[in-house]
């Protein structure tokens, strides 16, 4: 029995006993663990309501097209072409922000229009081959032996060859140019995927059209049908739930400071586990068996910094789109533009402090210390050999070091996560916290400065001054510790006091000791000057929060129109290819008319085979090269093979025998996946293809689950084709990598659906009118998935014949494009450097500046470096997919290379930045104190050479031959990093001393040193990677000692004998 809920039963004794229910079981309600379950799910799937609203959105606008067939007067007037009208809907992408959905849509009606007007004429030019071959005849009536009505009004006549032949011609030609558009310009593929549809299924009923009539008929209701289905995608795009740009940019700018945050936690998590770890030594060994290089915290520090890239890349590409938006905001065009540069300068000092377990992890490697073993808790008594002592030494350093430094690190860091709040809430990106009533102390809260109060820029702006003072306290530490013994108020006057000094000290410069302690002294300044400038930064975006604040734009919105040069400038990157305008050769940069002459990179690439032309007829027959430029091109090269591809299909409906039977069997739809589904690669072209066809057969399983589950009514069809639409659109916005699968199960669902709902509206006769035979919804899906996997499968085999573009050599040409922009990038960081060293920077807001135009082209490269090398890790995914031929490509190799190069370009990037700090202090009128050992500073660098262009002519070398395929040029010399102290104490041995080291560019310099080593250092990874590519050019000649198989001491060079006491040790020719 059963009292209050509880279950009784009797004990053994007799007695009864009760217990809550189920717990005889143990068991929880099926409903509550089904209702747990889906919750789980729900939470794992990732599914927001933003998410959901554009899912919703993507669902309903296929689904408002085909709804709208069961009306009589909508299905009267597509008759036969309803499901198009589906299809363009999902094609249009209305889950795009608004700017960008509205450019594809202008670009895809106006490529629309423009291939509808070509079709006519084809088919005009096809109706007279008719006409020349038999006469003038009839219009057609349909019947046997056509392909019946193509639409209404548009009977189709008997076989002619003379119009198939012509229509064969005009297929071939649109299909060239569009395959050449979309592989020439990508902003164009969406609508040039339209416009093949368009043109195969128009020219599939080409050549039976006897009449202008009919044929103009036909070409009507084919533009109707489209125009249609672009209008229910934009009503649906702008009406429902709509999604502007910079609602967008306005997430990616909240999810980059989120970053900063998150990464700015994770470091200071690193720098307190060194106060008890060996930062030197691998992590334990994991259950794997796999020994990890660094500690948890370097590892989340490392990744939290990583992914900051694709939010930033996201962040770059919304923002044109937000900027060229007619909107009803607060900020304008270049408020917007000003906070995304503020916000993307916050990156590069957090991408140096997650380089600390990188320098640590080269200096263990270096001094040759196995790392394998771990002497965090070691002391003197455990080291064997001098080398462990050493390390040893360094580590109990480190240790009290951090134990000094744990404090002002973490007030900066806190002050600077509290600054990014500041900015969150000024800038309206997040709502206040709510304030807690009881329990205030009023005179304390008027004493604290919260973030998004109007005064707390000049907090902010105390506290890293406070923490810039906290530097003397850690060069004093530091001194403490190595036995330097300072004046108390030395940093402030270091020229009259003297200090006690080690024997250390006392030593030469190139003494190991003196060397190993300068490093370390530079890697202390190293964090210290990244943690500084970060806080910098974020002050400087604190400053532009507060002046819009300031300036009213935050409270009121207002209409938002980009001007006509945005304008000007939108119309050009749309309508051509996107091209950097070079400036003249010579130009004033500022008041006082000092004239620049910019380099040959600034200027047009030259032409090894022709002089710039000089007469009216040069200049005039030198547009003509354009012609064999064009047809000359990969982007021609890969529309010639699509072309060929579908023509090889195509001409079954062209032959007598097979015209009808093409019709009838839909084999066109086997033609236009051939004309979209071909891509430039054959590994790429074999991944889409295993996608797409599982796209297919996904969406055919729903469709018959949609239509069967609800024994085909139409309203209940209509229900589960509009929730399985989620699925394509989930699957397209959180899958990037699948958007293939998310498309065509969109599209086939969506035609298999809509054909059968099409057919019970108008009938099977109406439906069968048009040359297509009618078969039941089970086998039109399995028709479809047929004609998918043979339609690319044909593209594949085009993709590999008759010889393929495989991954591996599109992989190596983009590797050789990236390893020549980052030469480009080392030049202008190098001569930037050299311009900041000799104060003639200028105002870098000036558009005429000398450091406008280095920065400008210095952000353009560094952009189109961090795509490509995107690229590069993107492509490398797609070699699995080349069918290997021959020995095994080099994967692992490729990736590795690509790693360092990313290394080499933050390196780059950060001795770029380091390099600010000369400019910044010429013009800080706090620093003035130190100015004179600052000028001396600047003078004996720029004498010493701070950058080298040895690195931009290593990184050429190494793209022509990475590009080329040929071997390396013997002989090929890096700088030496750490030659760069040597000199600055050859031309002055007082300038890198004790006495300097609270001075503001010391800390800069320190960067700069490491940076240049850790360069150099990638840089020779980056040589032998190549080298093992590639290989060497390499003539030397050894003779190798049979006996014992060795060939020391028995190298000789052919031609040249050295002198005694010069031996050549190397053996290589002269």
């Known amino acids: 029995m059963s009292t209050n809920g509880q279950t009784a039963h009797t004990g053994s004794n007799g007695k009864i006993k009760t217990s809550p229910p189920d717990a005889d079981s143990g068991r929880v309600p099926i409903f509550t663990r089904m209702l747990d379950k889906t919750k789980h799910l729900w939470t794992k799937s990732g599914i927001t309501w933003p998410l959901y609203k554009s899912m919703f959105k993507g669902a309903l606008a296929p689904t408002i097209a085909v709804a709208a067939f069961q009306a009589n007067a909508y299905a009267q007037e597509f008759s036969t072409l309803g499901y198009l009208i589906g299809i363009m809907t999902i094609l249009s992408l209305v889950i795009q922000p608004r700017a960008k959905f509205l450019q594809t849509m202008l670009i895809q009606l106006l490529l629309t229009c423009l291939v509808c007007a070509v079709t006519v004429l084809a088919f005009f030019c096809c109706v007279q081959a008719r006409m020349g071959s038999e006469g003038t005849v009839g219009p057609g009536a349909g019947g046997s032996g056509t392909s019946g009505l193509a639409s209404n009004g548009a009977a189709t006549a008997q076989y002619s060859s003379s119009a198939s032949a012509v229509a064969g011609v005009w297929l071939f030609t649109q299909i060239f140019f569009i395959s050449v558009l979309r592989a020439r310009m990508p902003q164009y593929t969406v609508p040039s995927i339209m416009a093949a549809v368009f043109v195969n299924v128009a020219m599939t009923y080409a050549p039976q059209f006897s009449t202008m009539t009919q044929a103009e008929q036909f070409a009507l209701r084919l533009l109707e049908a489209y125009l249609t289905g672009f209008g229910i995608a934009a009503g649906t795009s702008l009406l ?199 329990k205030r102390d009023p005179e304390a809260s008027a004493a604290r400065v919260e973030p998004g109060d109007a005064a707390f820029g000049g907090a902010f702006r105390t506290k890293i001054e406070d923490f810039h003072k906290s530097k003397q306290l850690m060069l004093r530490g530091w001194c403490d510790i190595h036995g330097i013994e300072l004046p108390q108020d030395y940093f402030t006057n270091p020229s009259a006091k003297e200090i006690q000094a080690p024997r250390w000290m006392s030593a030469g410069p190139l003494t190991e000791e003196r060397r190993r302690l300068r490093r370390q002294l530079m890697v202390l300044l190293y964090v210290e000057f990244l943690l500084y400038l ?60 000092t004239n620049v002459e910019l380099g040959q990179a600034f200027k047009k690439r030259k032409d090894p085979e022709h002089l710039e032309p000089q007469t009216t007829w ?190 591996h050599s599109q992989l190596r040409k983009n590797l050789g494009s990236c390893l020549y922009l980052t030469a480009n990038y080392y030049s202008v960081v190098h001569e930037t450097v050299q311009v900041r060293l000799a104060g003639a920077e200028g105002d870098t807001t000036a558009k005429g500046s000398p450091g406008h135009q280095l920065e400008k082209n210095r952000q353009r490269i560094f952009a189109k470096c961090q795509a490509l090398l995107g ?168 003779v190798v000692n049979t006996a014992d198989q060795s060939r020391a001491g028995s190298r000789e060079a052919l031609f040249f004998n050295a002198p005694a006491g010069n031996d050549r040790s190397d053996g290589k020719m002269e």
Request: charged share 20%; glycine share 6%; proline share 5%.
């Open 871 to 1038: 690229g590069l890790r993107t492509q490398s995914g797609f070699v699995k997919y080349d069918i290997p031929i021959g020995g095994k490509f080099p994967s692992e190799l490729y990736t590795q290379i690509t790693s360092d190069l990313q290394s080499v370009t933050n390196y780059i990037s950060l001795i770029s930045v380091a390099s600010s700090a000369f400019a910044e202090l010429q013009y800080d009128s706090n620093e003035m104190s130190g100015s004179e050992w600052l000028r001396n500073f600047r003078r004996i660098m720029g004498e010493a050479k701070l950058t080298s262009q040895t690195v931009t002519t290593l990184l050429a070398l190494l793209s022509a031959s990475v590009t080329s395929g040929n071997p390396l040029p013997p002989y090929v010399r890096l700088p030496e990093p750490y030659l760069l102290s040597e000199r600055l104490d050859a031309i002055d041995t007082d300038i890198l001393s004790v006495r300097h080291i609270a001075e503001p560019g010391y800390a800069s310099f320190a960067v700069i040193q490491i940076g240049t080593k850790c360069l150099v250092d990638d840089l020779k990874k980056l040589l032998r990677g190549v080298k093992q590519l590639v290989g060497e050019l390499d003539f030397s000649y050894h």
């Open 534 to 593: 970060m806080a910098k930064r974020v002050h400087a975006l604190i400053l532009v929060a507060d002046e819009l604040r300031a300036s009213g734009k935050l409270s009121h919105s207002r209409l938002i129109v980009p001007g006509f040069k945005r304008l000007r400038k939108w119309v050009r990157s749309s309508l051509f290819h996107s091209q950097e305008g070079h400036e003249e050769d010579t130009m004033d940069f500022n008041d006082h008319t």
């Open 618 to 807: 040069e200049r005039l027959t030198d547009h003509l090269r354009a012609i064999p430029r064009f047809f000359g091109s990969p982007a021609s090269h890969f529309g010639f093979r699509v072309a060929v591809a579908v023509m090889s299909l195509a001409i079954i409906n062209y032959l007598h025998p097979t015209q009808v039977f093409f019709t009838e069997q839909r084999l066109f739809w086997a033609q236009i996946m051939t004309s979209i589904g071909m891509t430039p690669s054959s590994g790429q072209a074999l991944r889409t293809f295993i996608l797409r066809v599982i796209g297919t057969f996904m969406a055919m399983i729903l469709a018959l689950i949609a239509y069967y589950v609800v024994d085909g009514h139409v309203a209940g069809v209509l229900v589960f084709f509009f929730v399985f639409l989620h699925i394509g659109n989930y699957i397209i916005l959180t899958r990037p990598k699948l958007i293939p699968i998310g498309i065509i199960s969109q599209v086939t669902i969506t035609l298999i659906i809509g054909y059968e709902l099409q057919v019970r509206k108008i009938g099977v006769q109406a439906a069968t009118s048009n040359g297509q035979a009618y078969y039941p919804i089970w086998q039109l899906g399995l028709i479809r998935l047929a004609t998918v996997v043979g339609g690319l499968f044909l593209a594949y085999i085009f993709s590999i014949f008759p010889y393929p573009i495989t991954e």
């Open 240 to 438: 429902v739930f709509p999604l502007t740009s910079r609602h967008l940019v306005f997430a990616d700018m909240r999810a980059s400071i989120a970053g900063f945050r998150g990464a700015l936690g994770a470091n200071l998590d690193y720098l307190k586990s060194l106060e008890d770890t060996d930062m030197f030594a691998a992590q334990r060994t994991r259950t794997d068996g796999v020994k990890p290089a660094r500690s948890p915290e370097a590892e989340a520090l490392i990744a939290k910094v990583q992914a900051l890239g694709p939010t930033n890349a996201k962040f770059a590409i919304d923002l044109p789109f937000a900027k060229r938006e007619v909107a009803i905001g607060k900020l304008g065009p270049d408020d917007l533009q000003e906070l995304y540069r503020r916000v993307r300068e916050c990156t590069i000092p957090l991408v140096g402090l997650s380089c600390m377990s990188d320098i640590f992890e080269r200096t263990s490697e270096e001094r040759g210390w196995d790392r394998s073993v771990s002497f965090a808790t070691a002391t003197f008594e455990d080291a064997t050999n001098a080398a462990e002592r050493a390390r040893i030494e360094n580590i109990n350093q480190w240790h009290e070091l951090i134990k000094l430094l744990k404090e002002p690190f973490t007030s900066i860091t806190e002050a600077i996560g509290e600054g990014f709040e500041h900015c969150s809430r000024t800038l309206q990106l997040e709502k206040p916290p709510k304030q807690d009533k009881p």
